[in-house]
């Protein structure tokens, strides 16, 4: 396990943070990691590559999908044409994570009394109701396969 899987990224008060929803969920991500956001596109399966993250080529870079639906706990993922991929970018990795809408940029606020960072969460935001902050750069460690490492 390497050092960033091993600890949460960390969160400053104040730091602007990007509120993206997938189905009823809403969750947060920090600005610094969002390079960009594209239209909503086909992902692909790489021939002859083991299984894993579908991919999307991205300006040349095969980049690795996340459905962040299912990363909140969607037991189906159903993808449509308006939704939209937040390209993500940490620690020399690059991925793509498919949401309905990008809807804002909210000042972190450290929700009181709510749960500790854990698995992809990094922390919580909005004290009324609280979401969770995705912990990007473990996530792109996850997606990453083996000995792959885009630049930044």
Do not use: N, Y
Not at 8 to 17: H, I, M, N, S, V
Not at 76 to 103: F, K, M, N, T
């Amino acid at each position: 396990m390497t050092d960033s899987l091993a600890r949460p990224d960390t969160l400053q008060p104040g730091e602007d943070l990007v509120v993206v929803r997938a189905g009823p969920w809403r969750m947060l991500l920090p600005l610094r990691h969002v390079r960009q956001i594209h239209p909503a596109a086909m992902p692909a399966a790489q021939p002859g590559v083991p299984a894993g993250a579908p991919v999307l080529d991205v300006a040349g870079a095969l980049l690795p999908v996340a459905f962040a639906a299912a990363l909140a706990g969607s037991s189906e993922v159903r993808l449509a044409a308006d939704q939209q991929l937040v390209e993500l970018a940490a620690g020399g990795l690059r991925g793509l994570l498919w949401v309905d809408a990008a809807e804002d940029v909210v000042p972190h606020a450290p929700a009181a009394g709510a749960a500790a960072a854990s698995a992809l969460v990094a922390g919580w935001s909005c004290a009324e109701r609280p979401l969770a902050v995705l912990d990007v750069p473990r996530l792109l460690e996850l997606l990453a396969r083996p000995g792959e490492k885009g630049t930044t």
